[in-house]
């Protein structure tokens, strides 16, 4: 168990269907980062918040927004959903902001496997 | 983005070192690599990081080169368990960093 909880762990859903992803970071971190995994593909990142404000965007659509709350978890929604969306979505929480500092690692949680048909 | 280069793929035999190379010659002077593994589909696990100095830990060791254009993550005894997509980053703030396709290790019976 990393401290990173993801849920749901499988969802399968229609396409031009919403779906609200869930993150608890790890105890102590406040920033939360969300990545996109196409099947045989790299990690794609997606966006960053740091204690609640957005802090760095990727290539994210337009379809796909996320919050950090007050309690520092993080919702990813993706919607009007669409066979390409298919993906492993992760989660990863660290202490800081900036991956310069060397004390700056990630922790990722287990993921979030989304199948559309 | 901050681009790295490593191999895509690799084979090791079970109990011999794994040497993984990945080149980073953009990296500036204050920017750490970092080395992440992912085992199938589970999440990347953090490996080590260094800045200039090689590091061990419990899991590995890292060569970072004097110019710090490239480094090295050593598995000294790789077992079947290493088998997995290892990742070379170097973050500068983790903004719209990827983690590219890294290196698939293939520990061999």
């Known amino acids: 168990d990393s401290g990173v909880t993801q849920t749901p762990k499988h969802l399968i859903t229609a396409t031009g269907q919403r779906v609200t992803l869930r993150c608890s970071p790890r105890?102590?971190?406040?920033?939360v980062y969300w990545y996109q995994q196409s099947l045989d593909q790299g990690l794609q990142f997606l966006i960053q918040?740091?204690?609640?404000?957005?802090?760095a965007k990727g290539n994210i659509l337009e379809r796909f927004s996320a919050q950090q709350f007050p309690d520092l978890h993080s919702e990813l929604n993706l919607s009007s959903l669409e066979l390409g969306d298919s993906a492993l979505y992760f989660c990863?929480?660290?202490?800081?902001?900036?991956?310069?500092?060397?004390?700056?690692?990630?922790?990722f949680g287990a993921g979030s496997r989304l199948t559309v048909l | 983005d901050a681009k790295t280069t490593q191999p895509p793929s690799m084979d090791c035999a079970e109990g011999r070192a794994a040497n993984l190379p990945c080149n980073h010659s953009t990296i500036s002077g204050n920017e750490y690599v970092y080395w992440y593994r992912q085992i199938h589909s589970q999440g990347p696990q953090y490996i080590i990081h260094?800045?200039?100095n090689n590091e061990t830990n419990e899991m590995a060791s890292l060569i970072i080169t004097e110019d710090r254009k490239s480094s090295t993550l050593i598995l000294p005894h790789a077992t079947l368990r290493d088998t997995a997509v290892y990742y070379c980053?170097?973050?500068?703030?983790?903004?719209?960093?990827?983690f590219g396709i890294g290196t698939k290790l293939q520990v061999i019976p």
């Open positions: 990863a929480s660290s202490v800081g902001n900036s991956g310069s500092s060397g004390a700056n690692v990630l922790t």
């Open positions: 980053i170097f973050p500068g703030g983790y903004q719209k960093v990827t």
């Open positions: 105890s102590g971190d406040l920033s």
């Open positions: 918040y740091y204690n609640g404000e957005e802090r």
């Open positions: 260094g800045l200039k």
